[in-house]
């Protein structure tokens, strides 16, 4: 009886999407850097034989670095790895039909027509089958028609799922636990910070989350879950990108939410879960980073005309203890919301905020100011000597609010230079910024005027 493989090709698919996200066993550690890397450590126990012998490691990402791959006998007498290769040529509908091209094949369609033929060609809109040798007929089926192919065997050289392959020398057979270590590519953590404003603009209920987004081609099932901030160098390497991965998302809600343990790691943070957590493949999981908190806030309004024309509306705080936080905060995206008038929250804009240490000013830009404007104008010009010149400046603030507004209006006079009249007095923040604190009554203007002496 000839040996025959059947493959009902829409389930194929979704066999072969399953194929390519491998869940380890237990003993996994996952520590994912916000660089699109992560480091896993997976322990198992595997048999190996006595001499020297190739012993497959099933069930690894994807997206692994296979120069990355460190192995180590936890337990059980020693081996060592003399050679490995990694496998990961998956099996799927596509890379089967590619591997019996001009090999012979049966097709039935929809309508239960048998089709018995050499393959002689096939794309993604008919599959083209020579019937009689190269002497006829010619059969060209479409794709859409096809209920199942039926190969005689699964081609040499694929596999299911990707695997290492090692060939281990040992002096005695038996079972070891081993511990293999690698880094995989196409997974990546954020934090994301969600804040409501109160009424008067004081201050921000903040609450933060972190989002992993694992496309590795792995599942990581009850890991020990770390999170690393920082800029860590890596030599970068052209890699092959996944393609056509779609992500679900999960929001992980519990009773009592998971948390994050703090501590410093040569340069950068690290951030530990008190509990384990399933990275799924495919998939973006969010987790809760630190519950809300109460954090005291400026709203600026401010004209720099360097940034452009209009008067930008900031949030500014310190990341202190006692403006409500005084903690690392890894770099992600803060959104902020505010209710309106019968408490419906609205949103008000967002920004990226980098990696920020404690106790460091943090300043997020919020958008525009509808109703407060500003105009610089070069007012005049004037040649003192070949080396010195002058420039008077005039910039008009107009507040169209119900109530009074301060506009910080910021300047970055060039070269070598001196204020000699001002109409305002001003803050030199640094060598080439100067800061006005520029009040303006409601539905009124106020007009700052100032000369600036350079010399060269």
Not at 278 to 304: C, H, M, N, W, Y
Request: net charge negative; with cysteine.
């Amino acid at each position: 009886m000839r040996r025959c493989l059947f493959i009902i090709l829409p389930i194929l698919v979704a066999v072969s999407a399953a194929a390519q996200a491998p869940e380890p066993g237990p003993g996994v550690a996952i520590t994912v850097y916000n660089t699109d890397l992560a480091l896993v450590k997976d322990v198992r126990s595997i048999e190996i034989p006595e001499g020297v012998s190739e012993v497959p490691f099933r069930n690894v990402a994807q997206r692994i670095d296979p120069t990355s791959v460190h192995f180590k006998v936890l337990d059980g007498d020693d081996a060592s790895v003399w050679e490995q290769n990694y496998r990961f040529d998956l099996a799927s509908s596509s890379k089967i039909l590619e591997r019996y091209l001009e090999k012979d094949i049966d097709v039935v369609t929809e309508d239960a027509d048998l089709f018995s033929g050499r393959l002689v060609s096939v794309d993604s809109a008919a599959i083209v089958l020579d019937q009689g040798r190269g002497a006829g007929p010619v059969a060209v089926i479409s794709r859409e028609k096809v209920m199942y192919i039926r190969f005689p065997m699964l081609p040499e050289g694929l596999i299911s799922k990707p695997t290492l392959v090692w060939k281990i020398g040992a002096e005695k057979a038996g079972d070891r636990l081993v511990e293999v270590t690698y880094m995989t590519s196409s997974i990546n953590w954020h934090a994301e910070y969600v804040g409501v404003i109160n009424d008067d603009d004081t201050e921000i209920d903040l609450a933060a989350w972190v989002s992993i987004d694992n496309r590795s081609g792995a599942s990581y099932k009850d890991a020990r879950l770390d999170l690393v901030a920082g800029d860590v160098h890596r030599v970068r390497e052209p890699m092959p990108m996944a393609r056509g991965l779609k992500a679900d998302v999960a929001l992980e809600m519990m009773a009592e939410a998971p948390a994050f343990a703090e501590e410093q790691l040569f340069e950068y943070y690290l951030y530990k879960l008190d509990t384990p957590a399933t990275v799924a493949d495919r998939e973006i999981k969010q987790l809760s980073f630190f519950p809300s908190t109460g954090v005291v806030v400026d709203k600026v309004l401010e004209f720099d005309s360097y940034r452009g024309s209009d008067v930008r509306v900031l949030l500014e705080f310190v990341n202190s203890e006692e403006a409500g936080l005084g903690r690392a905060l890894p770099a992600g995206k803060v959104r902020m919301y505010k209710e309106d008038s019968i408490g419906d929250l609205q949103f008000i804009g967002e920004d990226r905020l980098d990696h920020t240490p404690k106790d460091e000013d943090v300043a997020l830009l919020m958008g525009n100011a509808f109703d407060v404007k500003a105009e610089r104008t070069v007012l005049a010009s004037r040649k003192i000597t070949n080396r010195v010149h002058e420039e008077d400046y005039e910039i008009s603030v107009r507040n169209h609010k119900e109530e009074d507004v301060v506009v910080r209006v910021v300047e970055h006079p060039h070269g070598f230079w001196t204020v000699t009249e001002t109409s305002l007095e001003y803050e030199k923040v640094e060598a080439h910024t100067i800061e006005f604190q520029v009040p303006v009554e409601a539905d009124g203007e106020t007009i700052v005027q100032y000369t600036v002496r350079y010399e060269y």
